[in-house]
């Protein structure tokens, strides 16, 4: 820690910061994670001059869209500037834990420890690099907290307003930053001498931020129902309702290992400074210590849980084969991960030892002398750790970053206040984890990056070099949900991809799919260990799409498919549903058959795409059916411009079993281009079919078409 000596430390942080940009090179104008949704409001105020909300996003987030929308006015409209106004935040949020830790503590350069950790803090570091929420909103309730803590030290109109004005800019990022007004309201009520123009001078804060919330929320409910997911009280009253006992504590291991393991450096380097009377004498300590890691070890089968975290490295990389977890490297294995849980366990436990429990420690917040507003401004770090752990424990959602404002004040709040140095050892092997910390955020952001230019890249080249349009590609979570390339599809590791996926008949993975056939690999430009990496671009015949020599298609509900609800045929690109129901209890060929029973009234059911007009489709299904009721049908459009169902048209007839036939030609009606095709037992009587054919002839203006 020489070098602070030289020069001052806010310097060093700049310079840092710029070395950072310097090796991670945030330029690309494509979106990372989440911030896709955020982009969507920034362009609606550069464009139009008004905010149209996007439908994804659950927090308040106008605060953080002008901002953006400022710097895309002066600078361009693109995700690189959006990432620079981030990487600002990320810079003012450093500086401004490093003042606020000046202001509680003596010892400057544990300070400056703290600093480094919070900045190259794996989540911190890399969410720098995309235009989320997280580091705009640690920003903003980190200067709320400065310039409050100023005033309470030396009452001064300039830093409350400040104060004040962070708190809205917060609040109206994200809803949880009504915790930092409401601290400030809590310490005035507490702080000595009382006085009813403290108190209210203590409220008004709080009483602005609230009011800036509910107007922002009235605007939004006059005519955008696409924000829903914004009414927060509901979602947290709703999660206290439909959640137990048992999900609570799983979320409180959860969070305190996350702010064990991130808070390890810090905790190394001021261990021999934490204040407790012999430790070693203390059995009960030691007993206590030891019942809080088994708890955190038993209760932590989910950690570490997503969403930055990417394994062994940064992201997330979301594209059709991780996202199931294939493909994934750099990788360690779950037993490695699993191992983490008993360093970040033993300093949650230390941490959670250090809280100073004792009433003469509380006692003291209420007395006067020159160490009080120090004392209350603890005593406000206190109350956001606590506001914000209940938050975390029962809101709607949980994710890895959402730790990050926790991690910060819990770096704060055990900031010592004397000058006691660390032990050589103690300091030789926080500097080693710091330094672990900072290379794996470095790297890992970088390659982060890295894999996403080429990622683009390869879209890029897709789209404008071989004119495949958006829509016939599964490009990964942003890429579609960004060019809303579909509708959102059902969570199927089989089937499309759940974000906004119309076709995937080109598909980017970070590795081969069973069925896919690579058409380009691009390796990843980046940094060892994370330069294994590269871009496999895929493809495969689009799900139901055949061509006319393609046909019959045919099943014989003996193949199950690699998703075990549905038959394969003799087309890899045409699958059948059945849902579970294949039977071996009767059979017209083979082995299998399917049976529909109560509660499972449909099955060969499956979508043909490309239909044209004037199309002539045959298809034959045989049947056991003693009531005769169930039968085959043909349908557009969920039935309702087009439907058939046919039950009596048996054209043959074997050992009970009959054959089903439907003969239709495609109305001309324009976009009728694809229809479903299923069988229907609308009977509580057991029903079984077998040897479902498919056949297709083009019209004769299709004839023409094909001849040509």
Known sequence: MGIIRKITFPGLLLLLWILSIAVVNPVGDFPLNDDWAFAEGVYSIVQTGALIP?????????????????????????FTVLRWCTLLSSLVGAISFYLLGCEISKRRSVVAFASLVLFFNPLFFSLSFTFMTDVHFLSAILLAFLFFSRDIKSPNIGYWLLGTFFSIVATLIRQPGLMIPLT??????????????K???????????????????RWLNAGNEAVQTVHIMDHLIRGILQNDLAYFLERTVLILLYVGLFTLPFVLYTLPAISWSGLKRNSLKVSLGLAIILILYLGSSSFPFGNVFYNLGLGPKILKDTYWGSNIHP????????????????????????LPLRRGVWKQLFANGPLQAERLIRFGIFLVLLIYTGFLIIGPYLFDRYTLPLIAFALLFFLPFTKRFPQKAAKWMASVSLLIYLLFSLLGTQHYLSWNRTRWQALEELMTKQGIDASRIDGGFEFNTWLKTGPYNKEDRYGKSWWRVAEDEYVLGLGRIPDFEVKQILPVKAVWPFDQDSIFVLW?????????????????????????????????????????????????????????????????????????PGDELRIRVWRWDETKSAGLAISNQGGKSFYIFEKANVIQEEDGWQQLEILVKIPTDPGFDQVGIYVWNPVKVDTWFDDLEIDRKPGTANKEVENE
Request: proline fraction near 5%; charged fraction near 15%.
């Open 331 to 354: 990788e360690l294995a779950n037993e490695s991960w699993q191992a983490l849980i008993f360093p970040s366990g033993l300093i949650t436990a230390i941490l959670l030892l250090g």
């Open 184 to 197: 400030f309201a809590i310490v005035s009520l507490i702080a000595r001498p009382w006085s009813t123009r």
């Open 540 to 612: 495969h015949k689009v799900e139901g799409l055949a061509l006319y020599e393609d046909y019959p298609i045919r099943c014989d509900a003996e193949k199950i498919a690699p998703d075990p609800h549905y038959f394969s045929s003799n087309l890899p690109q045409i699958r059948f549903h059945h849902d579970l129901s294949q039977s071996n209890e009767k059979a017209h060929r083979g082995q299998y058959s399917m049976a529909l029973t109560e509660g499972k009234e449909y099955g060969f059911s499956t979508t043909l795409k490309d239909i044209r």
């Open 54 to 78: 996007s439908d994804w996003p659950a927090m308040t987030l106008v605060a953080q869209l002008y901002w953006g929308a400022l710097f895309c006015k002066v600078f361009g409209l693109s």
């Open 199 to 217: 108190i209210v001078k203590g409220n008004i804060p709080l009483l602005l931020s609230l009011i800036s919330y509910l107007i922002y929320m």
